[in-house]
């Protein structure tokens, strides 16, 4: 499968300016950057050619990914409109490259193109879900009247974000699983650190693009690159994560 040249939008292309490549660079606080361990190569599942390479994160690195969101978090909360805004426009965003993503996916992660252009659409759709419920998100009002001694009283409950998100990612849907930890964790108020496979890591470099393109707050979202047995121990073991989600 060759990936089309438009997919060249990535934060780094091959220091010699050629097309034969791609890489996926760390995002950390604003900032697209080498990883401190090195690269390793990415290959298309088909061919078993080299397609890109993927940066790998040290343990510095990874803490300040997960500082750089709990910093976010805590200065810069979006409300739910702008929550809404920001899904949506990445979600026409990811329609308008649809075939862009087909390409990856079916490069990276292998899936004939009929279905990799189908798991495009289906993270068009997850965004688009994320946005509309991140301007429904309420809490309940609770009876409580009936109870002896509460007469003339009322209780409820309210939906607060969580904090920083760990989303842990799996090879096999590179693209829609990534949107299924990244726009609920948006919608909801939330900051996020993703971690996906070092096999298919071009999807969600691409899909961080479009995010900032759509105006997310740079520190709301890190993407970090790494072999799981290191990173996970890593991640899990940071106390300023509030919330994993890992497929």
């Known amino acids: 499968m060759t990936v089309p040249s438009n997919s060249r939008a ?31 190569p990415v290959l298309d599942k088909y061919s078993g050619e080299t397609i890109g390479d993927v940066d790998q994160a040290s343990r510095e690195q990874v803490d300040g990914a997960v500082a750089a969101a709990r910093r976010s978090f805590e200065r ?63 809490g309940e009002v609770v009876p409580i009247e009936s109870a002896p001694g509460h007469a003339h009283r009322m209780a409820f409950t309210v939906r607060v974000p969580r904090g920083v998100v760990c989303g842990i990612t799996s090879f096999n849907s590179p693209l829609n699983i990534v949107a299924h930890k990244v726009a609920p964790a948006l919608a909801s108020g939330n900051t996020v650190v993703i971690k996906p496979p070092d ?43 509030s919330f994993f989600t890992f497929t």
């Open 10 to 40: 990535f934060v780094s292309p091959p220091a010699d300016g050629g097309t034969d490549s791609l890489r996926a660079r760390l995002f950390v606080d604003g900032a697209w950057i080498d990883g401190a361990a090195g690269t390793r």
């Open 76 to 138: 810069t909360a979006l409300d739910p409109q702008q929550r809404y805004t920001l899904l949506m426009k990445t979600a026409a965003l990811l329609e308008q490259h649809r075939s862009e993503f087909a390409a990856l996916i079916c490069a990276e992660g292998g899936m004939p193109i009929t279905d990799a252009t189908d798991e495009a659409g289906r993270a068009v759709q997850t965004f688009v879900v994320s946005a509309e419920e991140a301007k429904r998100l309420s």
């Open 199 to 241: 096999v298919t890591p071009l999807c969600a470099t691409r899909l961080f693009e479009l995010l900032l393109e759509a105006g997310c707050p740079p520190g709301h979202v890190n993407l970090i690159h790494g072999p799981g047995p290191e990173l996970g121990p890593w991640l899990v073991d940071n106390p300023d994560i």
